[in-house]
């Protein structure tokens, strides 16, 4: 069964994100804060990776940097969540953070999440698997 880890400091997306993605074959596993979702992804090597942007602790641009430059996570596909756009009428793209850190996420997911265009996503960035 395909691994995957969801890292939100919000409980409803988490089990959102979890309502999705159970019925498609994941073991999802769950974070509410940048250093726990770090500690389980290093321990769980997961294949997927949801990580919100807006977390305490450390943000996700943060926790991304950080799992592409360890081994355990380093191969795992990621994508990112964030409410940003809605808030504050800023976006970000998988460019806009290759040019910052120097590799992007697989995906990038605007909150609130569209069950269909998600599951599409996931399929698309883990090889339809």
Do not use: C, H
């Amino acid at each position: 069964m395909r691994q995957a880890l969801v890292v939100d400091d919000e409980a409803d997306a988490r089990e959102f994100v979890r309502a999705i993605l159970e019925p498609e074959g994941w073991k999802v596993d769950e974070a509410a804060d940048g250093p726990a979702g770090l500690a389980k992804a290093k321990a769980l090597a997961p294949d997927l990776i949801v990580l919100d942007v807006e977390m305490p602790g450390r943000n996700g641009f943060e926790v991304f940097a950080e799992l592409r430059g360890t081994p355990e996570t380093a191969d795992a596909k990621i994508v990112m969540l964030t409410g940003v756009a809605d808030k504050l009428g800023i976006r970000f793209s998988g460019g806009d953070m290759g040019e910052f850190f120097g590799k992007e996420p697989d995906a990038y997911v605007e909150k609130p999440i569209d069950p269909d265009a998600f599951r599409r996503i996931v399929r698309d960035v883990t090889s339809g698997g």
